[in-house]
C-alpha cells in the first residue's frame, strides 16, 4: 500500500464542480490502494481578495494580522473538499495547519516549516480516512498563526511527504506539468516529461510559479519524487527527481521571468569596508530578501549600488535605505518597479561557453536594454523593463532552440 500526497491549487478548487472533481479524483486514488492526504490551496482569486481587504485598511499593516486574515481563505476550501468526500460516500477529515501540526517560525507572510508533527494524520489514515490539510498555513511556537508566502501551498504538500515517507507527492494544478517556459506567454512552450531538483529549483527561485521555491527545496533535501500534473486530465505529467546523464545534453532547458520585483539605485556611496554590510544588514533586520546586487567600479571615492527586493517588499525597503543612506553621507534613491528579471537555465551551460553572450545578443537584436546582470554555472538572469518581458521570453525561448515543432497541417 502506498501513500500519496496530492495538492490542489487555487483553479483547481476554484468553483463547487471543480471541488466535486477533486473529491472525485482522491476517492479513486484510495480505491486503486493508496492512503491519500490532500493538500489544497483557497480558491482562486481568494487569497488575493483578501490581501485587498488588508490594503483597503492599511498599506502597512502588521503582519501578523495579515496572516491572521489570509490564513482563512484555506479553510474553506478543506472543509468544502471534505464534505465533497462524504457527500460522494467517502470518508473524510479536515484539519488547518495548526491542527496537524505544521510548526514554523515567526516570520509572517514568509514563514518556513521547523517540524511537522503529524500524528493526527496518521491516525486518521489508520481508520481510512481520506485526510485533508490547508495548505500555505501553520503556526509558530508561540501559537501565532503563519502563512508560507504566496504559492505555500506547493511547499505545505511536500513538506508532509517528507514527514510521512510517503512514496509519491502529486502537485495538481491548470497546467499538465512543468514546461521549457510558461505556456500561458509562450505558446510553442515544451512539456518536460523529466527535469532535475536543481533546475527547477533555479526556474521556481527565477520566477516560473508551477511550483513554489521552497517545495522544491524540500523535495531536493528528502529526495521526494514529485509530480505535476493538471487536476483537468490523466497525463503523467512532469516528474521533479535527481538529475541524469540525459539531461546534461540540453544546454538551455527553461526559461523564466518574474515581474514581482523592484530595483532600487543608491547613488554616490562611500566606497569605504563596511558600507555594504550596513545596507544589507538593515534590510535583513526587516526581513527584507535581495535577489540581485550590482555594485559600479569607484569613481573618485564613490559607487554607485544597485538591487533588487520583492515588490511588496519595495515602501520598506525604501524607507530603510533612505535612513541609511543618510547615516552613511550617499547621494538619493532611486526605485523603479517596472521591472521584470528574465533567466534562462540549464545544467548543461556547465560545459558550454557563449550562452550569455547568446543571450545578450537576443535581447539587443529585440532592442531590449539589460539594466543588470547576474550568472551562475546554471543561469543567466537578465533585469529588463518590464513592458518588453514576453517579447524577451518568446525570442530567447525560439534562439535556444526550445520551441516544439510546429502542428503538422
Ligand atoms: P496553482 O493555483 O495550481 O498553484 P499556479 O498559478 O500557482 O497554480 O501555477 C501554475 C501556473 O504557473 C501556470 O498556469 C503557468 O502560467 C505558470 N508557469 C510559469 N512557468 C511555468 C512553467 N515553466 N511550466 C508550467 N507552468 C508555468
Ligand atoms: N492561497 C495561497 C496563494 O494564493 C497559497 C497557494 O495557493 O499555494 O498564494
Ligand atoms: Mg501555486
Not at 83 to 92: D, E, K, P, T
Not at 136 to 159: I, W
Not at 166 to 172: L, P, R, V
Not at 360 to 370: D, K, P
Request: aromatic share 4%; net charge negative; with cysteine.
Amino acid at each position: 500500500m502506498a501513500l500519496i500526497v496530492q495538492k490542489y491549487g487555487g483553479t483547481s478548487v476554484g468553483d463547487i464542480d471543480r471541488i466535486k472533481n477533486v473529491a472525485r479524483r482522491c476517492i479513486a486514488a484510495q480505491a486503486a490502494g493508496n492512503d491519500v492526504v490532500v493538500v489544497v490551496s483557497a480558491m482562486s482569486g481568494e487569497t488575493n481578495r483578501l490581501l485587498k481587504l488588508v490594503s483597503q485598511i492599511t498599506d502597512r499593516p502588521s503582519e501578523r494580522e495579515q496572516d491572521v486574515v489570509v490564513a482563512t481563505g484555506e479553510q474553506v476550501s478543506i472543509g468544502l473538499v471534505a464534505m465533497a468526500i462524504q457527500s460522494q460516500g467517502g470518508q473524510a477529515t479536515s484539519f488547518m495547519g495548526h491542527q496537524v501540526q505544521i510548526v514554523t517560525d515567526s516570520t509572517f507572510s514568509k514563514a518556513r516549516i521547523k517540524r511537522i508533527d503529524a500524528e493526527k494524520i496518521v491516525e486518521a489514515l489508520k481508520q481510512k480516512h481520506i485526510v485533508v490539510v490547508a495548505g500555505f498555513q501553520g503556526q509558530d511556537e508561540q501559537g501565532n498563526v503563519t502563512t508560507l508566502g504566496r504559492g505555500g501551498s506547493d511547499t505545505t504538500a511536500v513538506a508532509l511527504a517528507a514527514a510521512l515517507k510517503a512514496d509519491a507527492c502529486e502537485i495538481y494544478t491548470d497546467v499538465d506539468g512543468v514546461y521549457t517556459t510558461d505556456p500561458n506567454v509562450c505558446p510553442a512552450a515544451r512539456k518536460l516529461d523529466r527535469i532535475s531538483y536543481e533546475e527547477m529549483l533555479d526556474l521556481a527561485s527565477l520566477g516560473a510559479k508551477v511550483l513554489q521555491i521552497r517545495s522544491v527545496e524540500f523535495a531536493m533535501k528528502y529526495k521526494v519524487p514529485l509530480w505535476v500534473k493538471s487536476s483537468f486530465t490523466d497525463d503523467p505529467g512532469t516528474l521533479v527527481c535527481e538529475e541524469d546523464k540525459s539531461m546534461e545534453n540540453v544546454v538551455v532547458s527553461g526559461i523564466a521571468y518574474d515581474k514581482n520585483e523592484a530595483k532600487l539605485a543608491i547613488n554616490g556611496v562611500p566606497d569605504t569596508p563596511g558600507v555594504a554590510a550596513k545596507i544589507f544588514g538593515a534590510l535583513d533586520s526587516q526581513n527584507i530578501v535581495v535577489d540581485l546586487i550590482v555594485q559600479t567600479a569607484s569613481r573618485e571615492g564613490r559607487t554607485d549600488l544597485s538591487f533588487t527586493v520583492g515588490k511588496t517588499d519595495l515602501p520598506k525597503a525604501r524607507e530603510t535605505v533612505e535612513r541609511v543612506a543618510k547615516e552613511i553621507h550617499a547621494g538619493g534613491v532611486e526605485t523603479d518597479g517596472e521591472v521584470a528579471k528574465v533567466s534562462i537555465v540549464g545544467v548543461g551551460m556547465r560545459n558550454h561557453s557563449g550562452v550569455a553572450a547568446k543571450m545578450f545578443q537576443v535581447l539587443a537584436s529585440e532592442g531590449i536594454n539589460i539594466q543588470l546582470i547576474s550568472t551562475s554555472e546554471i543561469k543567466v538572469t537578465c533585469l529588463i523593463h518590464s513592458k518588453y518581458t514576453e517579447l524577451a521570453v518568446r525570442a530567447l525561448h525560439t534562439a535556444f532552440g526550445l520551441d516544439k515543432a510546429p502542428a503538422a497541417s
